[in-house]
């Protein structure tokens, strides 16, 4: 299939134009050397050629189950070899790699696989306890009419299913002969990441392979790995684009990369000595743990880490940090512009360092921060606005929604974040958070109208409103619900109704039932106060955290 075929006329013209950002992903992967390391795991290490060689047989046998140029393959799968190899087929296609995270259940799989069209299903059944054949059996076939395969990797504990789909083991691809040619050239679109939901579901940000070589050349010099001994922490997913990313800046400079196959920090760390780990990325939360887990002491190799704030009660986590000699960089990105699109200076003071935002990678990226109300471009300083982006690393645009992107771009070409920021002196920038309500949970973005649309399919629900909150130390979820006219239905019932069908890290930490909402006048009308239910909702956890643990 042509990409012409089923690329709007507005993504495949900046596909064109993505042609002469950089190489292709076949073309980078190439230029390192085959016998050096890329992929350490617990029990053993894997070679560049071997990944290399290893998705040569998976493009031929993807091939052979009818995957052609521009055919979509959703990849739910943890952060296994596999996922890095099915990817590379993909891109020696000219196929599109869709990200689907692990932590996702029947709902979320479903839509994203359906709306997506993708034709192959790739998931790795026995995994860790994830009931994946259980999810699967929760999936209306006729939300996937385009699936036409499972490929399952590693051992099935239980059969299977989705529909008509057949069903094929990840050997019998491995089993294949090595493709020789690719069809995916620079401009080729190749991977999917899925934004926070909304009322229509998520929205699918495509990405071309151009985009994502140039910008791990780019991010990869930003963290410090064209220093010849850097070694890389991979203990974040591949699914997000996050951990794609980095893992794509890794790759870029031909270095390895330490593999776990779930982050646990005991485990992390014994790797990280033992491999002599010098680099890492990733939240506040995971950062805190390795330190914790190293009982005070991380590996003396361990020098940079790239790092996200989500929760407030770890503000002096660089502090610590670098009483260990490790140096914490603020960094920025989203799925549109990829992660890692700016770091901190690394010679910046702590306070700067420590905060999100920083300078592009790119020197062929820039920032700017605009007044939402006047129009007006805003100088470097403490003014902030709606931040800005241009660069190498943006994307093609919302996959089959041509409409939501030309709302995304500004009519000069410049990417509108939605995100509150101040512009510094050095072309930096400072983000400040979201302008709109959106959710960090779980270490990802999420929109409550995702919470919210799935609640109001309980047939005693008449409305409902989401707001994030801290439980128990850790980003969580709160309804609010006004259920229906006599409707007997109870907080346990709701949280129930998301258990199982929502990833566990959206299912609500409390449900609360209202009358109603609390409102104020605007001049588009009444608006309800989302500060109001937030600040309800954290002053009932914070009273049930006392009454758990009394002060004597």
Same mark, same amino acid.
């Given at each position: 299939?042509?990409?012409?075929?089923?690329? =709007?006329?507005?993504?495949?013209?900046?596909?064109?134009?993505?042609?002469?950002?950089?190489? =292709?992903?076949?073309?980078?992967?190439?230029?390192?050397?085959?016998?050096?390391?890329?992929?350490?795991?617990?029990?053993?290490?894997?070679?560049?050629?071997?990944?290399?060689?290893?998705?040569?047989?998976?493009?031929?046998?993807?091939?052979?189950?009818?995957?052609?140029?521009?055919?979509?393959?959703?990849?739910?799968?943890?952060?296994?070899?596999?996922?890095?190899?099915?990817?590379? &087929?993909?891109?020696?296609?000219?196929?599109?790699?869709?990200?689907?995270?692990?932590?996702?259940?029947?709902?979320?799989?479903?839509?994203?696989?359906?709306?997506?069209?993708?034709?192959?299903?790739?998931?790795?059944?026995?995994?860790?306890?994830?009931?994946?054949?259980?999810?699967?059996?929760?999936?209306?076939?006729?939300?996937?009419?385009?699936?036409?395969?499972?490929?399952?990797?590693?051992?099935?504990?239980?059969?299977?299913?989705?529909?008509?789909?057949?069903?094929?083991?990840?050997?019998?691809?491995?089993?294949?002969?090595?493709?020789?040619?690719?069809?995916?050239?620079?401009?080729?679109?190749?991977?999917?990441?899925?934004?926070?939901?909304?009322?229509?579901?998520?929205?699918?940000?495509?990405?071309?392979?151009?985009?994502?070589?140039?910008?791990?050349?780019?991010?990869?010099?930003?963290?410090?790995?064209?220093?010849?001994?850097?070694?890389?922490?991979?203990?974040?997913?591949?699914?997000?684009?996050?951990?794609?990313?980095?893992?794509?800046?890794?790759?870029?400079?031909?270095?390895?990369?330490?593999?776990?196959?779930?982050?646990?920090?005991?485990?992390?760390?014994?790797?990280?000595?033992?491999?002599?780990?010098?680099?890492?990325?990733?939240?506040?939360?995971?950062?805190?743990?390795?330190?914790?887990?190293?009982?005070?002491?991380?590996?003396?190799?361990?020098?940079?880490?790239?790092?996200?704030?989500?929760?407030?009660?770890?503000?002096?986590?660089?502090?610590?940090?670098?009483?260990?000699?490790?140096?914490?960089?603020?960094?920025?990105?989203?799925?549109?512009?990829?992660?890692?699109?700016?770091?901190?200076?690394?010679?910046?003071?702590?306070?700067?360092?420590?905060?999100?935002?920083?300078?592009?990678?790119? =020197?062929?990226?820039?920032?700017?921060?605009?007044?939402?109300?006047?129009?007006?471009?805003?100088?470097?300083?403490?003014?902030?606005?709606?931040?800005?982006?241009?660069?190498?690393?943006?994307?093609?645009?919302?996959?089959?929604?041509?409409?939501?992107?030309?709302?995304?771009?500004?009519?000069?070409?410049?990417?509108?974040?939605?995100?509150?920021?101040?512009?510094?002196?050095?072309?930096?920038?400072?983000?400040?958070?979201?302008?709109?309500?959106?959710?960090?949970?779980?270490?990802?973005?999420?929109?409550?109208?995702?919470?919210?649309?799935?609640?109001?399919?309980?047939?005693?629900?008449?409305?409902?409103?989401?707001?994030?909150?801290?439980?128990?130390?850790?980003?969580?979820?709160?309804?609010?619900?006004?259920?229906?006219?006599?409707?007997?239905?109870?907080?346990?019932?709701?949280?129930?109704?998301?258990?199982?069908?929502?990833?566990?890290?959206?299912?609500?930490?409390?449900?609360?039932?209202?009358?109603?909402?609390?409102?104020?006048?605007? &001049?588009?009308?009444?608006?309800?106060?989302?500060?109001?239910?937030?600040?309800?909702?954290?002053?009932?956890?914070?009273?049930?955290?006392?009454?758990?643990?009394?002060?004597?």
């Amino acid at each position: 299939m042509s990409p012409a075929t089923w690329l =709007s006329e507005t993504l495949a013209r900046n596909a064109a134009a993505a042609a002469a950002r950089g190489p =292709s992903i076949v073309e980078m992967w190439s230029r390192t050397p085959a016998d050096a390391p890329c992929l350490i795991l617990p029990d053993r290490a894997l070679s560049y050629g071997e990944i290399d060689a290893a998705a040569r047989r998976a493009a031929s046998g993807l091939a052979a189950l009818g995957v052609v140029e521009g055919d979509r393959v959703a990849c739910w799968l943890p952060n296994l070899p596999e996922y890095l190899v099915a990817f590379l &087929a993909c891109c020696r296609l000219g196929a599109v790699c869709v990200a689907v995270n692990t932590r996702y259940r029947s709902v979320e799989v479903g839509d994203i696989v359906g709306r997506s069209g993708a034709k192959v299903l790739v998931l790795a059944p026995g995994f860790r306890g994830i009931d994946f054949a259980g999810i699967l059996k929760d999936v209306d076939p006729a939300e996937v009419p385009a699936l036409e395969t499972l490929v399952t990797v590693g051992e099935v504990p239980e059969p299977v299913a989705l529909g008509a789909a057949r069903v094929v083991p990840w050997a019998e691809l491995d089993a294949a002969p090595e493709m020789t040619g690719t069809q995916g050239g620079p401009g080729a679109p190749c991977k999917v990441f899925t934004t926070s939901g909304t009322t229509s579901g998520p929205k699918f940000v495509l990405h071309a392979q151009a985009t994502l070589a140039r910008h791990g050349r780019d991010a990869g010099a930003g963290m410090g790995l064209d220093a010849e001994d850097s070694v890389l922490l991979q203990a974040i997913p591949f699914c997000g684009v996050f951990g794609m990313a980095q893992i794509m800046a890794a790759a870029a400079w031909g270095r390895p990369s330490v593999l776990p196959p779930a982050f646990d920090a005991a485990e992390a760390v014994a790797l990280m000595a033992r491999h002599k780990v010098t680099h890492a990325n990733g939240g506040d939360d995971m950062l805190d743990r390795l330190m914790a887990a190293g009982g005070g002491a991380l590996n003396p190799e361990f020098r940079r880490f790239g790092y996200a704030r989500f929760n407030p009660a770890l503000d002096d986590v660089a502090e610590r940090a670098a009483a260990r000699g490790i140096t914490c960089l603020g960094l920025y990105g989203m799925s549109e512009c990829m992660a890692l699109y700016s770091f901190q200076p690394v010679d910046a003071p702590i306070a700067r360092r420590k905060m999100g935002g920083g300078v592009p990678v790119s =020197s062929e990226a820039a920032a700017r921060v605009r007044d939402p109300e006047t129009g007006e471009i805003l100088p470097p300083g403490d003014r902030a606005g709606e931040l800005e982006l241009t660069g190498p690393s943006i994307m093609l645009g919302y996959l089959f929604n041509d409409e939501a992107t030309a709302r995304t771009f500004t009519e000069d070409g410049w990417l509108k974040t939605g995100d509150l920021a101040t512009s510094t002196p050095d072309g930096g920038f400072v983000f400040l958070n979201r302008m709109g309500d959106a959710l960090r949970l779980g270490g990802f973005l999420t929109d409550p109208r995702e919470i919210e649309t799935h609640l109001m399919t309980h047939p005693d629900v008449e409305a409902c409103q989401v707001v994030g909150v801290q439980a128990q130390g850790k980003p969580r979820a709160a309804a609010f619900v006004i259920p229906r006219p006599g409707a007997g239905v109870d907080e346990a019932a709701l949280i129930a109704h998301c258990d199982g069908r929502l990833a566990k890290f959206k299912v609500p930490a409390r449900v609360f039932l209202v009358d109603r909402f609390p409102t104020t006048p605007s &001049a588009n009308g009444e608006k309800i106060q989302r500060n109001r239910l937030r600040e309800t909702a954290q002053a009932a956890l914070d009273a049930a955290e006392k009454e758990r643990n009394p002060v004597t």
